[in-house]
């Protein structure tokens, strides 16, 4: 999971992060590619970049001509 492995940077170089306890307010942007799934973490006030992940996706090929995508890995590439 990206995120999983965002947590040790967020918390080694910005410590807590909830706004609840008055830390920063944290945006996801998330781009869905053919090949790659891609993630970037900002603080919404700065726009300052807290991490970033990329986690490669497959692509099939069962027929000529045809491509396809496998659903469940393109939703735990995201998780």
């Keep these: 999971m990206i ?3 965002w947590s040790s940077v967020i918390s080694a170089e ?5 706004p609840a306890d008055g830390g920063a307010s944290l945006l996801l942007s998330i781009d869905q590619g ?3 799934t891609k ?7 700065t726009g300052s ?8 996706v497959g692509i099939a090929f069962p027929a000529p001509a045809w491509v396809e995508q496998d659903a469940t890995e393109l939703w735990q590439a995201t998780m």
């Design 3 to 5: 995120i999983q492995r």
């Design 14 to 18: 910005h410590g807590a992060v909830s």
């Design 34 to 36: 053919t090949t790659n």
């Design 39 to 45: 993630a970037l973490l900002v603080e919404a006030a």
């Design 49 to 56: 970049v807290v991490a970033v992940g990329s986690r490669p």
